[in-house]
């Protein structure tokens, strides 16, 4: 009996063998054969728990673990525990490297993500009506931030803006703009970017005198808003779930995703503010383990599909997202045309700008 299962044994270890020799070596398909860390954006976090995600990411021989943090706080982590550094613009990324050692890096930006203010029916209706916001569609519209910022300046109430009437209760109290905290969310750090430009008359803050000149309104659209969150994942789900302010920043690739899972974005307007910056989320390689995972996010169909999927415009891939796009054009812009793009301030001036904004400097 021993001699025969012996036998079978021995079988088997050369049948196993042959097939090493027969598949050349390679490793079967789907199996991960190095692992990575990266501190990352909480935007791009349900991307990388997409199950499709993990298996193509797998067939490419990664396994990638993920912790988030805000893009403008990654700096001060221990980015020596990180092989990769995933921060939503390109300006904490030329921080991260500086402060990991890897200045000069082959970074790499896959995909970006505009920002947008989604609204409520009812507040997109009354901004419009006021000249704030132009509406085009039911569900879409451009957000005029030079009326927008001379309103804020003027401490407008949604109660002025409906000529004293309570047409509309749930609107109430001072129009502002829902963030994240400037002072490390990309988000909210750009919304400054964006705004202090129209403010110093669409000219990029670039000095202390400028600073001086915008910082009071910056003040205002951060100071009454209360506690602030890292994320745009909170407000935004806040506003999904039916809670939370009339007028939340988020990136469009919360509201394209959203779209494309068919869940219902309620009553939403997505308004496309007349200026911004755009945000390249860049991919920086800490260690060399990391060194081609951003190229595959970039050039790799398959997950470049799953970047769509999840609302992300690939940089190498504007014909795709354009195509998942056209069935939800009633709220996402297939081109950003008659949007004017700026460009960010330096990261010393608009941490400076922030620090002020958030009365923390």
């Known amino acids: 009996m021993r001699r025969i299962l012996g036998i079978a044994l021995a079988v088997l270890l050369i049948g196993g063998v042959i097939a090493v020799i027969a598949l050349g070596g390679k490793k079967p398909e789907g199996t991960a054969t190095k692992t990575v ?15 499709d995600v993990v298996k193509a990411l797998a067939d490419k021989g990664y396994t990638v673990k993920t912790e988030t943090s805000g893009s403008w706080a990654m700096d001060q982590l221990a980015l020596e525990e990180f092989d990769f550094a995933f921060p939503s613009s390109a300006e904490p990324a030329a921080e991260i490297e500086v402060k990991a050692g890897v200045k000069g890096a082959q970074n790499t930006k896959p995909f970006f993500s505009p920002l947008v203010v989604i609204a409520r029916a009812n507040a997109a209706k009354v901004l419009s009506e006021h000249g704030l916001a132009k509406v085009t569609g039911k569900n879409s519209g451009t957000l005029l931030l030079g ?43 750009l919304f400054l970017a964006t705004t202090s430009n129209v403010a110093n008359g669409t000219t990029v803050v670039s000095d202390d005198a400028a600073i001086d000149r915008t910082a009071p309104l910056m003040k205002k659209l951060i100071s009454v808003q209360g506690s602030l969150e890292q994320s745009t994942d909170g407000p ?31 009553d939403m307007v997505v308004l496309y503010p007349d200026t911004t910056v755009n945000s390249p989320h860049t991919f920086v390689p ?25 609302g992300f415009r690939p940089t190498e891939g504007v014909a795709e997202f354009t195509a998942a796009a056209a069935p939800h054009t009633a709220y996402l812009k297939t081109e950003l045309t008659g949007l004017r793009q700026v460009g960010a301030p330096t990261t010393k001036v608009l941490m400076a700008l922030a620090a002020r904004a958030t009365g923390k400097g």
């Open 147 to 189: 009326p927008f910022l001379k309103a804020a300046a003027e401490d407008k109430k949604w109660q002025e803006l409906q000529g004293g009437t309570s047409a509309y209760p749930e609107l109430n109290g001072t129009v502002f703009i829902k963030t994240t905290d400037p002072t490390a969310s990309n988000s909210g750090a």
């Open 236 to 266: 935004f789900r806040a506003f999904i779930s039916g809670s939370g302010e009339p007028l939340i920043l988020a990136y469009e690739s919360q509201v394209a995703s959203l779209l494309q899972q068919k869940q219902d974005p309620g």
């Open 37 to 51: 860390r990266g501190v990352i954006g909480s935007e791009k976090s349900e991307f990388f728990r997409d199950p």
């Open 286 to 310: 800490i260690s060399e383990k990391a060194g081609e995972l951003g190229s595959l996010l970039a050039t790799d169909p398959k997950l470049r599909s799953l970047v769509v999927r999840h």
